[in-house]
């Protein structure tokens, strides 16, 4: 029996999952060696590859995106090169933080957060170091700003030695990302934020001059070798154990994303993002990222007004929903409106008419 007293989410993830996505998960155990399995894991590949709009394979595994963090790392950086990473936030932070702890050379490209990396700023870089790869975030959760991927790319690919390697953990689908056609070699994601799933599956697309690298690397560890994984998604499985449930509700949310359409998504996630701004800068406080950088997927309100998040909370819970007080150093100063998954205008319309009742507006 479902608990009434359930408030719906809406923090940056774990987003809200819809009931028939959590009855998924009920399906019959099934073992992961078995024919059932390898059409299951079939069946998840094709869609992947829809979503991911590549021809590259995806990497399934139960994991956060955290994990695919540190087998970027352990795959792509050879000990003797370095990787540039872009930081602009507490995500983007935490990726340079795990390239270093697995040992890695880095340079970082560090902007304020709220602020965007533009490919001026990489392309400046390249000129001065030759980089096995450029790590970056496409839409950093913290602040709410996506930065531009497909541009910043383009001035990354002249580079033939330089992997380009993207964390879009907040933005694939709900923020437009064509991996092939931006010629992006790792994309990396999970599953309780835009996928609107439970936690505790990561995928990534990987393309073959990353495991050409990953083969020249001779310490990659075990969990996230890339190599290995790659030798048992050729058979429809997995080198350890999965999340069988967690893979039966992505088949069954996988094919209704389809059947709405990504495109069709992202712009549900661009009006969601245009209810939010308008809402925000008519109650005199605005948004925290840079203009122009807009997430589709969450907002950072600026909160010029100076409410009370703790109080603002309280009273949404009442309302039946549960919200974001901010994140890292700028919490209390922003919170944020996450509009991503399966939220519709509607549901926004009515936590946004809540604020106005918490602020008397």
Known sequence: MRNDKHKRLVIPGPVEVRPEILDAQTEWMIGHRSTAFSDLFARLQDKLKQVFMTQNRVFLLGSSGTGFWEGASRNCIRDDRKALHLVGGAFSERWAEISRANGKQIDVIDVQWGKAHTPDMVAEALKKERYDAVCFVHNETSTGVTNPVREIAEVIRPY?????????????LGAELRTDDWNLDMVLTSSQKAFALPPGLAFASISDRV????????????????????????????????????????????????????????????????????????????????????????????????????????????????????????????????????????TLEEILSGLDEFMGV
């Open 211 to 346: 495991l050409e690298r990953a083969k020249q690397i001779p310490y990659r560890g075990y969990y996230f070798d890339f190599i290995e994984l790659e030798a048992n998604l050729l058979k429809n499985n997995t080198p350890t154990t999965p999340p069988v449930s967690l893979m039966f509700a992505a088949d069954r949310q996988l094919s209704d994303v389809l059947s709405e359409g990504v495109e069709n998504r992202w712009a549900r996630h661009l009006q969601m993002r245009d209810m939010t701004t308008e809402w925000a800068f008519a109650r005199e406080m605005g948004v925290f990222a840079e203009r122009g950088y807009w997430s589709p997927t969450l907002t950072a309100v600026d909160n010029t007004r100076g409410i009370s998040v703790d109080d603002m909370a309280k009273f949404m819970s009442g309302k039946g929903f549960a919200m974001d007080k901010g994140y890292g150093k700028i919490k209390g100063k922003t919170f944020r409106i996450a509009h991503m998954g399966d939220m519709q205008p509607a």
């Open 160 to 172: 033939e030695d330089t992997l380009i390697l993207v964390d879009s953990v907040s933005g694939l």
